[in-house]
Each structure stands twice: as C-alpha cells, then as structure tokens.
C-alpha cells in the first residue's frame, strides 16, 4: 500500500522515497509512469536515473507526474522522493489532512499496471541528512569534489565565507539556485523556492535572514541542498540597512501589549495605568536615531507606509508633535488620540495616524 507522508516522516524530515520493483521481460518497450500525489513535490528516478519533477501549487496541494520510462528487460527500479515544503499551519480538520502518493501506474504497451496496492518499500530522509552533512564536525564525512558545473538534481554544496563587517542584519542571496534548504555553521537558515513563481513570473522570495548570532568573523560552514538545478556560483551575502521606519495605526486598534495590566506597580505604590490607547511605535537600528519626520498626519491619510497621502480630515500639527516625540531618539511612542494632538479635527469620524521617519 501507499503510506501517508507525514505520519510516515513524524517531522523528522521533508524527505520520504518511495520504492518498488517489476519484471520487464521484453526491452525498450514504450512506458509511461504517471504518478498521482497530494505534495508538495515529487522526484522520479528509474534504475537510478533520473526522469523528471513536479509540485503542486499553494492553493491546490495535488498533482499529476507523468514521463516516459527507460526501461530495460529484467528487473527495473523505482524510487520516488515526495517532498513535504513545511507542515499544514491553519484551517478546519487540520487532522485530515494528507500528503505524499495517491496513485501510481505504469502503461506498458496497451496495458496499464496500477501499482498502488503493490508491495512497497520506504525511507524517510536522505543520506546527506542522516550523516547531518550541515554541521561543521560531519562534513568530513562525504567525498565532495571541487565545483565546475552541475546539472544533476539533489546536490550538497558548501563553501566558507566571511562575515560582513557592522552590526547590520545579515542576509543570503539564493536567486541563482533552485529549491532547496541552508544551513550555516550547522543552524538551518530555511528552506528557499527561487524556481516557484508568482502570477506575475517571480521569485516570491531570494532572500534568507542569517542571524549574526550564527556567524564568525571568519571561517563560517555555509551548505546547500539543492534539489532542482542551480548555479552555487552566483549566491552572494549582503547586509540590510534600515533606512526608515513607518507605522499606521487606527484609534480602533488594540494598545500596546505593555499597557494591558491593570495596575502598576511604582516605588512600592500601585498605580493605575491610563496609557490604554492604541500607539505608534517607530524604533531605529540599534545606534541610529531618529533624525527627520517625512510624513505625519492625524486624520484620515491614505495610503500605507509606501506610498501616502493626507486626507480630507488632517491635524495641522501632526509633524510637530510627532518631531517633539521622536526627533534625535532611537525610539518614541505617539498616542493616536485627539488630546495628544490638541483637539479633534473631525469629530465622529474613526482616525489614524499615519507616521514615515528616517532613521540616521
């Protein structure tokens, strides 16, 4: 029979093969292997070449593989990698939920097999995982050979870099490899799918944060697998700056979680909090302040923190509050109330205040 994937894996892996064998007793007879699953991804390979992928999409799981098999007189060899990109987060009947393969056939010829009851054999994970290829200590363990050029599916990378030097945030540009996941000085820095695009034909993400934490001066263990095609040769490491800070809050809003407590205790003495009104909160990079307000209107601004613009209701002190709260801070806090702003400029209407604020 055909396991479910994540009751097979337990978490412990994206990974889990699919085996089984057959009897051909003529060869190079025309074959097609078509294969039914409910994701996310699926690898075929056949005597232990390799036939073809395929994936669902993130609002229909299910799929259909379907190649020509090279097949040859004797016994032939099937395996099939269902891969799992991250486990259901949300819905109803989280509990029904099923993954991996439905249904498997082969048509021989004018005969179809259907190889779903067959007797099956299974593996969860990968070699590379079980011998922990990401950490430092386990590396050793493989033969790797020198880089020149990879079109082979399912390939360890690893190189050795440098930190950036600062305080700013770092992060790992993958936009020339496939799909895959990261690994940096044995921490996983998650899984990337450069290759799965959005409606518009791009990436929906290049990008994976490495916390500094995670880093050396020098001497720092990145690896890779990559389970399509890529080109290790063009990933780059780059640092973000934070340039600006932005915050759009309605008078409708929650306050800040702080705020929540009934009372406070002060100097011994419990004192009630009256600082339960929703706020904007802007916050700069660590040894950066606050060094111009943008924009600031109390009212009705439109737009987000993109693009913006004052609406038919605008507080005509909006700037010069916001500046006295945050100018040359590296944090600040803004009520959005029409006390704070010394009056109402429109009364019953629901307010925001809408803040952009450059941080030097």
């Keep these: 029979m055909l396991l479910e994937h994540m009751n097979t894996t337990k978490d412990s892996s994206d990974y889990l093969w699919y085996t089984f064998r057959f009897h051909q007793n003529s060869s190079n007879a025309h074959s097609v292997l078509t294969v039914n699953s409910l994701g996310h991804n699926l690898h075929a390979f056949v ?45 109803a009947y989280l509990e029904r939920r099923v993954a991996g393969l439905r249904r498997v056939t082969i048509q021989r010829q004018h005969e179809l ?46 190189t050795i870099f440098d930190a950036p030097v600062g305080n700013d945030p770092v992060a790992l540009n993958l936009a020339s490899m496939g799909k ?33 934490s ?39 809003y929650p306050p800040p979680v702080i705020s929540w407590q009934g009372e406070n205790q002060i100097n011994g003495n419990r004192k009630r909090n ?28 439109s737009g987000d923190c993109e693009t913006y613009a004052t609406g038919s209701c605008h507080a005509s002190n909006s700037r010069a509050i916001v500046e006295k709260a945050c100018l040359g801070k590296e944090r600040c806090s803004i009520p959005v109330s029409s006390k704070n702003f010394h009056g109402d400029p429109c009364p019953g209407i629901a307010k925001s205040l809408l803040v952009d604020a450059k941080c030097g």
């Design 180 to 212: 895959g996941e990261a690994w940096v000085n044995g921490q996983s820095i998650g899984r990337y799918w450069v290759s799965f695009l959005d409606s518009d034909g791009n990436p929906y993400q290049t990008w994976n944060h490495i916390p500094r």
């Design 113 to 158: 097999h259907d190889f779903t009851t067959y007797l099956w054999g299974y593996k969860v994970g990968l070699s590379g995982e079980n011998i922990q290829l990401h950490r430092n200590d386990a590396s050793v363990k493989a033969y790797w050979s020198r880089y020149a050029s990879s079109s082979q599916p399912l390939t360890w990378y690893k």
């Design 214 to 252: 995670f880093l050396k001066p020098s001497g720092n263990l990145l690896v890779l697998l990559e389970e399509e095609k890529g080109n290790p040769l063009g990933i780059s490491i780059g640092t973000m700056s934070t340039t600006k800070v932005c915050g759009h809050v309605s008078s409708s």
């Design 274 to 301: 009256h600082g339960r009104r929703p706020r904007v909160q802007l916050r700069c990079p660590r040894g950066r302040k606050i060094s111009s307000v943008l924009f600031s209107s109390f009212g009705t601004p």
């Design 47 to 91: 005597n232990g070449e390799f036939i073809g992928s395929a994936h669902g999409s993130h609002d229909n799981k299910s799929f259909t593989l379907q190649r020509s098999l090279p097949l040859k007189r004797g016994t032939n060899y099937v395996s099939l990698l269902s891969v799992m990109t991250g486990l259901p987060d949300g819905g």
